[in-house]
């Protein structure tokens, strides 16, 4: 008897045929993730994406080199744009948000407030490669993370990353070795 608790993955022969902007060789998708704006998503090669994960890039893009893994639980909404280089890892319910609502109580926020007079916080978030990202984190607008860096888990990352090393807490700070 097939397991009835195992979704699977959409393979190659399913996801060229779907609109993606580029797709690579040997990627996986979970059947249970929600994809939103196919034509603003490239793929590298060697990618899994696994279950429970959105991705919202109906605006701005997505860009994921080769090498990628994004655990199950995961948000990645790509309004102002996101590059993940190669080789990075995100581990189960990494939150990555290019635009946020400005929570300064300055602005007016929530569903029912148009547009106009919100002010969003939107921008760029570019990951380098060989990154890897604790369970829980959450990456803001605006933010570069270097290469081979490590985000602790349930880490915020509100600002650039410029040097590689282990980061954690709310908001992240270098930890540094101790003597």
């Known amino acids: 008897m097939k397991n009835i608790f195992d979704k699977g993955f959409y393979n190659n022969k399913i996801?060229?045929?779907?609109?993606?902007?580029?797709?690579?060789?040997?990627?996986?998708?979970?059947?249970?993730?929600?994809?939103?704006?196919?034509?603003?998503?490239?793929?590298?090669?060697?990618i899994r994406i696994d279950a429970f994960t959105s991705i919202i890039a109906d605006n701005g893009y997505l860009n994921l080199g080769n090498n990628i893994h994004i655990g199950g639980h995961g948000h990645i909404l790509c309004s102002g744009g996101i590059t993940i280089e190669n080789g990075c890892t995100f581990s189960q319910g990494v939150r990555i948000y290019s635009q946020s609502d400005d929570y300064s109580g300055k602005k007016p926020t929530g569903?029912?407030?148009k547009n106009k007079y919100k002010n969003y916080k939107r921008g760029k978030i570019i990951i380098g490669s060989n990154s890897i990202i604790g369970s829980g984190s959450i990456i803001l607008p605006n933010v570069k993370i270097t290469k081979n860096t490590s985000i602790g888990a349930l880490s915020l990352v509100n600002k650039n990353v410029l040097l590689s090393g282990t980061y954690s807490g709310i908001p992240i700070k270098k930890n540094e070795k101790k003597k």
Not at 28 to 39: E, N, V
């Open 111 to 113: 569903l029912f407030v």
């Open 15 to 46: 996801l060229n045929k779907l609109g993606f902007k580029k797709i690579g060789k040997n990627v996986k998708i979970s059947k249970q993730c929600l994809i939103i704006g196919l034509k603003n998503i490239s793929l590298g090669e060697n």
